[in-house]
Nanobody, 119 residues
Framework: QVQLVESGGDLVQPGGSLRLSCAAS????????IGWFRQAPGKNREFVAD????????DYSDSVKGRFAISRDNSDNTVTLQMNSLKPDDTAIYYC????????????WGQGTQVTVAS
């Protein structure tokens, strides 16, 4: 099993920046990728970005490409989402999730952290 804890959510003005962190623990040798997802009020959860845990590609949704950057630190099992040029549409609860080797879905989720973009 993998445990995930997000932090860093806050209220920020449009155009501002925020950095989210995801602390992972547990069976990290079984992890294929760590991803960030978000869910705004009244909307479905959507993919934001993910990164392969053992190196390689990272992917982004079109809505955040060029503004958000995902990075990982395998030494302390953290994944960071740097969010720049924030817009009110970025307001949501942000979740990190783990996808295991051989699995096509994200099976482990954190509790989420609230990001609010408003003036």
């Amino acid at each position: 099993q993998v445990q995930l804890v997000e932090s860093g959510g806050d209220l920020v003005q449009p155009g501002g920046s925020l950095r989210l962190s995801c602390a992972a623990s547990g069976a990290m040798s079984t992890v294929f990728a760590i991803g960030w997802f978000r869910q705004a009020p009244g909307k479905n959860r959507e993919f934001v970005a993910d990164t392969r845990w053992n190196g390689g590609r990272s992917d982004y949704s079109d809505s955040v490409k060029g503004r958000f950057a995902i990075s990982r630190d395998n030494s302390d099992n953290t994944v960071t989402l740097q969010m720049n040029s924030l817009k009110p549409d970025d307001t949501a609860i942000y979740y990190c999730a783990a996808r295991l080797n051989g699995r096509g879905t994200y099976d482990y989720w954190g509790q989420g952290t609230q990001v609010t973009v408003a003036s």
